[in-house]
Nanobody, 127 residues
Framework: QVQLVESGGGLVQAGGSLRLSCAAS????????MGWFRQAPGTEREFVAA????????AYGDSVKGRFTISRDNAQNTVYLQMNSLKPEDTAVYYC????????????????????WGQGTQVTVSS
């Protein structure tokens, strides 16, 4: 079992930045591909970003490319999402997820590829 706890959410003005953290316990994070997803009220869950277990490969949703950066520190068992140039449409609950992978360079983009989820952290961007 892997337990994931997100932190770093909050209220920020448009154009501002936030850094989300996802701390894992239970097992070494280095075994898992990691991802961030978000969900706004009344919408479907949306893929935001993902990183391979090796940390060398990443993928981003079209709406956040060039603004968000995912990274991982396996020694700290933590994954980060640096969010810059935030827009009101980035307002959502952000979830961290961990997935079993069999190839260290694989980057999972679909929610059903992930086995463990955190409780989420609210990000609100005001205009």
């Amino acid at each position: 079992q892997v337990q994931l706890v997100e932190s770093g959410g909050g209220l920020v003005q448009a154009g501002g930045s936030l850094r989300l953290s996802c701390a894992a316990s239970g097992r070494l994070l280095s075994r898992y591909g990691m991802g961030w997803f978000r969900q706004a009220p009344g919408t479907e869950r949306e893929f935001v970003a993902a990183v391979s277990s090796s940390g060398g490969d990443t993928a981003y949703g079209d709406s956040v490319k060039g603004r968000f950066t995912i990274s991982r520190d396996n020694a700290q068992n933590t994954v980060y999402l640096q969010m810059n140039s935030l827009k009101p449409e980035d307002t959502a609950v952000y979830y961290c997820a961990a997935g079993n992978v069999y190839y260290s360079h694989y980057v999972a983009r679909a929610g059903n590829e992930y086995n463990y989820w955190g409780q989420g952290t609210q990000v609100t961007v005001s205009s």
